[in-house]
């Protein structure tokens, strides 16, 4: 079973902090990566996608992928309270047919 | 553009009990999944249709889980029967095609507890 590992928190970050969420993943073959949020009690919803080694710049958001350490990363700028909430790292297997999640961190961002 | 839909929201059954749950994915959509997510964890997948057949169902537990997607729009998802450790959010997803330039679209989930 291929695995995708996520440090649970919680990750404490001040209001207007930087907060660095990473992910590490076992499937060598694997191309492509998403971070996922989710409020409480809510579903996941999709924040950023990425799919070759770098960074992909949205908004607050900076994903950073690392295919040869087999690392993700998610950098949020400016981190508001709303921010709060889990944050999934997924991670498709060799044949791009089926998304594995890691555990979640869960951030928690003070004012 | 509607969501996934997902009925019921909440399911209280008692162990050995059996329960259905149901999903009507984004119009258009061929691929659908379930996933199951226990507190605390990641959703972790259990079947994933392509219209409507079984492309993946390695990890669901097949003597009390079945599910099927007829006409490859909505699927149920049957658990017969239940156990204390099946209490769970069951996440019906889905996506316009498979492969990995598809997101998927969750819905709201429907929360399983069995006592």
């Known amino acids: 079973q291929k695995e995708v590992e996520q440090n649970s928190g919680p990750l404490s970050v001040p209001e207007g902090a930087i907060a660095s969420l990473n992910c590490t993943y076992s499937d060598r073959g694997s191309q492509s990566f998403f971070w996922y949020r989710q409020y409480s009690g809510k579903s996941p919803e999709l924040i950023m996608s990425i799919y070759s080694n770098g960074d992909k710049e949205d908004g607050r958001f900076t994903a950073q992928l690392n295919k040869a350490s087999q690392y993700v990363s998610l950098l949020i700028r400016d981190s508001q309270p709303s921010d709060s909430a889990t944050y999934l790292c997924a991670v498709t297997n060799q044949a791009g047919t089926a998304l594995i999640f890691g555990k979640g961190t869960t951030l928690s961002v003070s004012s | 553009e509607a969501g996934v839909a997902q009925s019921p929201r909440y399911k209280i059954i008692e162990k050995r009990q059996s329960v259905a749950f149901w999903c009507n994915p984004i119009?258009?959509?061929?691929?659908l999944y379930w996933y199951q997510q226990i507190l605390g964890q990641g959703p972790k997948l259990l079947i994933q249709f392509q219209n409507n057949g079984v492309v993946d169902d390695s990890q669901l537990p097949k003597d009390r889980f079945s599910a099927e997607r007829l006409k490859g729009v909505d699927s149920t998802l049957k658990i017969q029967p239940a156990k204390l450790e099946d209490s769970a959010v069951y996440l019906c997803?889905?996506?316009?095609?498979?492969?990995?330039?598809?997101?998927?679209?969750f819905g709201n989930g429907t929360r399983l507890t069995v006592t």
């Open positions: 119009s258009g959509h061929a691929t």
């Open positions: 997803a889905s996506s316009w095609a498979r492969g990995q330039n598809s997101p998927l679209h």
